[in-house]
């Protein structure tokens, strides 16, 4: 009889541990776009396969506030996850932001892609170890400077006003050492800052331009690609604990697809997002053959502001190594 009671206790006990579970996610991106699709199908997909005992909630459009007030919810149980990108993702472990060291892939995405997948298992085990589990790296593409004032050469960013997320160090570097002007601001006010003046410029991929409506501001485009940018599907672990395990690796191999998709998805709609600024009469403006090599020179100063200060020396390493 006591055996009886042990075996039914121990079923109920693992039932109530690994119980149904929502995990309310929180993203920038808009419904409608490639990865607010993707993020839709995946919460249905993982519906289906878990039998309905997970479940995505998912927040659109920032209306639970910016990156960092998505971090700080999920720190405080109020959210579970979302995507994170740039200065966000390095806030949770820096060595990820080795990927976006300014002029390290410039045009060769695929080449940046090579390199993140033989990376991903080495940031995966970083961001462990800072209480997140990352079910995919969404690659967001080439970033371009954007401007409403013309910009024909390296030199000629020299005192441009910029906007740049408020703390994050490796732009900051960035706007260091080629002499730009830092305007700190949140991403929702780049749009109107740009309109009224208080920046000159911004920075993102050309499907992040047009989905943020900054081409209906500038002017130009600088055919010179600065950084490649990453994010990534991040949920708290303790939540992800909740889980069950053959759950979990439903789900993630279900993520590991659906963000594969996006990706592919979104090389084209970069390059479909380029030539919409060009119809709508955005100039791109292609850099002279000899600031490759002042971007080189730009490169080493930004890393030897970082370097064991915000990315580790062994990563940056490893970084270039693999780029080679």
Do not use: C
């Not at 260091?176 to 920075?203: K, R």
């Amino acid at each position: 009889m006591l055996r009886f009671v042990v075996i039914v206790l121990l079923v109920l006990s693992s039932h109530l541990a690994f119980g149904a579970q929502q995990i309310k996610l929180a993203v920038l991106v808009p419904e409608g776009t490639t990865w607010g699709n993707s993020l839709k199908k995946l919460a249905k997909e993982v519906e289906v396969a878990t039998h309905n005992e997970v479940s995505f909630k998912i927040y659109f459009g920032g209306v639970s506030g910016d990156e960092p007030d998505v971090l700080r919810k999920i720190r405080i149980g109020q959210l579970h996850g979302g995507i994170f990108t740039g200065k966000t993702l390095g806030d949770i472990h820096g060595d990820v932001r080795a990927m976006e060291i300014p002029f390290t892939f410039y045009d060769k995405q695929s080449k940046a892609s090579a390199v993140l997948s033989k990376l991903t298992n080495q940031f995966n085990q970083g961001l462990k170890s800072k209480g997140f589990v990352n079910l995919g790296f969404y690659e967001i593409g080439q970033v371009y400077v954007v401007s409403t004032k013309k910009i024909s050469t390296l030199n000629d960013l020299k005192g441009i006003k910029i906007w740049s997320w408020e703390g994050d160090q490796l732009v900051e570097a960035m706007i260091e050492s080629l002499q730009l002007v830092s305007v700190p601001l949140a991403l929702p006010d780049v749009l109107s800052s740009l309109s009224t003046g208080i920046i000159d410029a911004a920075y993102a991929p050309p499907l992040a331009i047009i989905a943020l409506q900054w081409h209906s501001k500038i002017k130009y485009l600088v055919d010179f690609p600065t950084a490649f940018s990453i994010g990534a599907l991040l949920v708290s672990d303790k939540v992800w604990a909740k889980i069950k395990p053959e759950h979990q690796q439903k789900i993630t191999l279900l993520s590991q697809q659906f963000v594969k998709e996006a990706n592919q998805k979104s090389v084209l709609e970069n390059e479909q997002a380029r030539e919409q600024m060009k119809k709508n009469g955005v100039s791109f403006i292609s850099f002279p053959a000899e600031d490759y090599k002042k971007a080189a020179a730009a490169r080493g100063s930004v890393i030897s502001k970082i370097k064991d200060k915000y990315i580790s020396a062994k990563m940056i390493q490893v970084l270039d190594q693999e780029a080679k």
